[in-house]
C-alpha cells in the first residue's frame, strides 16, 4: 500500500527553523516528483515547493524563495522541507504529496499530485 507520512512540524517562534519529513512506505520515491503544500485554516490549499523525479529541478512559490529547501534522501526513501526564518503567515497544515514523473520539471499545483499524506501543522505565532 502506497503512503506518505509527514513529520516534523509543531510550534516554532518567528525566525526559526523546521525540517518536515515525508516518508514513503509501500512504493520508491526514487520515480516520483513530489511536493510539499500547505492549506491555512479559511484558505485553498498552496504549492510551496517541488522536487522533480531525476532530482534535476526544485520550485518555490515566491513567498518561500530564499527560506525554504527541498531536499531527498533517496537511502531513507524521505524528502525534506527544510525551513528558516518562519513567519506567522507560515502557519498552516503542511501536506506532502507524489506524483509518478519522466521529465525534468515539476509542478507545484496541487491537482498535479495524486497520492497524499495526513499532514503536519506548523505553528509560527504572532
Known amino acids: 500500500q502506497l503512503q506518505l507520512v509527514e513529520s516534523g512540524g509543531g510550534l516554532v517562534q518567528p525566525g526559526g527553523s523546521l525540517r518536515l519529513s515525508c516518508a514513503a512506505s509501500?512504493?520508491?520515491?526514487?520515480?516520483?516528483?513530489i511536493g510539499w503544500f500547505r492549506q491555512a485554516p479559511g484558505k485553498e490549499r498552496e504549492g510551496v515547493s517541488c522536487i522533480s523525479s531525476s532530482d534535476v529541478s526544485t520550485n518555490y512559490e515566491d513567498s518561500v524563495k530564499g527560506r525554504f529547501t527541498i531536499s531527498r534522501d533517496t537511502a531513507k526513501n524521505t524528502v525534506y522541507l527544510h525551513m528558516n526564518s518562519l513567519r506567522p503567515e507560515d502557519t498552516a497544515v503542511y501536506y506532502c504529496?507524489?506524483?509518478?514523473?519522466?521529465?525534468?520539471?515539476?509542478?507545484?499545483?496541487?491537482?498535479?499530485?495524486?497520492?497524499w499524506g495526513q499532514g503536519t501543522q506548523v505553528t509560527v505565532p504572532s
Open positions: 504529496a507524489a506524483v509518478q514523473q519522466t521529465g525534468l520539471l515539476c509542478d507545484i499545483r496541487p491537482y498535479k499530485y495524486d497520492y
Open positions: 509501500g512504493f520508491t520515491l526514487d520515480n516520483y516528483a
